[in-house]
C-alpha cells in the first residue's frame, strides 16, 4: 500500500470513528424521564397545585423544613431577604429539571440551612404563574408545593 493511500485510510477511519462518536452520544445522553408520584394528602389534585401538571412530586409546605414556609412568607410580603444579591433574582434553569419557560419565568429563594456557613443548598423557585418548587439538593431534584397546605 502506498503512503497516499495509507493517509486517505487513515483519515477516512477517522472521520467514520467522529461520525459513530456524535451519533452515539445522542443515544446515550437522553433525560432520564420526570418522576410521576402523585400529589400528596387527601386533598391535593393535580388541578388544584400550580405546577402539579409537570409530573413532578406536589408535596405540602408543612412537610418541608420549616426554613421554607418562613421563606415562603417573605416571598408573599416582598421581603426583606436574608440574601438580597442572590433571593429573587431570575432562575435560569439550566438543569432543565423543571418544565422549559422564557428566560426570566423563573424566580430563586434561598431557604437557609441550620449550621451552614453559605447559602446551603435548599431553595424555593417560583414562576410567574403562580407555581412554586422546593429543591433541597441545589437543584438536582424538584418537587411541587403546595402552599396551601
Known sequence: MTPARRLTAALLGLIALVVIGYFAK?????????????????????????????????????????????????????????????????????????PAKSGDYYREYTVPTPGSDDRGARRLVTGSSDEVYYTGDHYSTFVVVDVTR
Open 26 to 98: 445522542d443515544l446515550g445522553d437522553s433525560p432520564a424521564p420526570a418522576p410521576t408520584t402523585a400529589p400528596s394528602g387527601p386533598s391535593a389534585s393535580a388541578g388544584s397545585v400550580p405546577g402539579a401538571a409537570s409530573g413532578l412530586p406536589v408535596e405540602r409546605l408543612s412537610g418541608l423544613p420549616a426554613e421554607a414556609a418562613a421563606t415562603w412568607r417573605l416571598i408573599e410580603q416582598g421581603g426583606p431577604f436574608p440574601y438580597p444579591r442572590n433571593d429573587g433574582v431570575t432562575f435560569r434553569n439550566r438543569e432543565k429539571r423543571l
